[in-house]
């Protein structure tokens, strides 16, 4: 799991203009870019609608951390009512300039830290934290769960990096071998259900970005529901 010392790293780079000016291009630019934020986007809306057969419609939503805004047009288009929030300012001025399209279900921007979101109990119908929890340390990603907790109604949509990967494998392998110096923290499937239920959720549904090739990414979009 990254140590105290990533987290407030990362913290703070992207609080500088010129990090949130290129977040998304440097990230999502290009085809293979525009394929990798498409994967995600697509096991959101599969999150999301199956979260709605479930019973509860999804209507208002946090986005914590928001970044530069990039699941505000799929809200939208849902007809999502959506919040953003971020602690850093830079992120959300880059988030303010997207397509009056994907800023319809925008209800407000606020700059605020994950680990104490300034929102009463049981605001919001989803609260959402996309390409975060791989940067922050258990200790404060029970923390953050438990805000997320305190101010959804039901549910949780949260991106987890998993070990069930071609790479990790290989990892593991020349690590064990001596070849690696550090193996990066990936979950289990057991680690992740003992911390989300300690945060008091349960694992509803796990949706790789990747369905049809899961040994190729090792991202999970994962559905929470309070407990
Ligand atoms: C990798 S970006 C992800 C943004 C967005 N969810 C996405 O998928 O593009 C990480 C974001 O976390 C924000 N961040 C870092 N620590 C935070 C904290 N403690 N509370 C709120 N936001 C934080 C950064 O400012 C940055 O915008």
Not at 205 to 211: E, L, Q, V
Request: charged share 25%; with cysteine; hydrophobic share 45%.
């Amino acid at each position: 799991m990254e140590s105290i010392e990533h987290y407030l790293r990362r913290k703070r780079h992207y609080q500088d203009e010129t990090v949130a000016k290129i977040y998304e291009m440097k990230r999502f630019g290009g085809l293979f870019g525009w394929m990798r934020h498409m994967r995600d986007i697509t096991a959101i809306r599969r999150a999301i609608r199956f979260a709605n057969s479930l019973g509860t419609q999804i209507s208002f939503v946090l986005d914590v951390p928001c970044g530069t805004g990039r699941i505000f047009q799929l809200l939208s288009q849902k007809g999502i009512k959506f919040i953003g929030a971020d602690i850093s300012h830079a992120m959300l001025l880059e988030a303010m300039g997207k397509p009056k399209s994907h800023l319809e279900g925008l209800v407000g921007l606020v700059v605020s830290d994950a680990e104490w979101l300034p929102f009463k109990d049981g605001t919001f119908d989803a609260v959402m934290c996309i390409r975060f929890m791989f940067h922050v340390p258990r200790e404060i990603q029970l923390r953050i769960l438990k805000e997320m907790r305190r101010v959804t109604n039901r549910w949780g949509i949260v991106e987890f990096r998993h070990r069930y990967t071609l790479r990790y494998l290989s990892n593991w392998i020349r690590y064990k071998l001596g070849l690696l110096g550090e193996l990066k923290y990936r979950f289990s499937k057991h680690d992740l259900e003992e911390l989300v239920s300690e945060a008091g959720f349960k694992v509803r549904a796990i949706f790789p970005t990747r369905p049809y090739a899961p040994f190729l990414s090792d991202k999970w979009i994962v559905l929470l529901e309070k407990v």
